[in-house]
């Protein structure tokens, strides 16, 4: 099996300056979860460098491809 990276995970959520909300947003590996919607805020994220520490992630899904630029400029002017 090829070894994944999370970073190119659709789950993987990294938060700016190593905050706590960092990690795997699968459902299944959420340590927290929350049924109401207005409760999101408090779900915690899984640890993604244990759930992948061999690199052969169960729920691996490749994230969605980044629009080009030119692609984001034209559907602004649509």
Not at 11 to 29: I, K, M, Q, S, V
């Amino acid at each position: 099996m090829k070894k994944v990276l999370c970073k190119n995970c659709r789950h993987f959520l990294e938060a700016p300056y190593e905050a706590p909300h960092t990690g795997c947003w699968h459902p299944d590996n959420l340590q927290v979860t929350q049924k109401d919607a207005w409760l999101d805020e408090q779900q915690k994220p899984g640890d993604h460098e244990r759930i992948n520490l061999r690199g052969d992630c169960a729920q691996f899904e490749q994230a969605p491809r980044k629009a080009s630029l030119w692609e984001r400029i034209l559907r602004l002017g649509a």
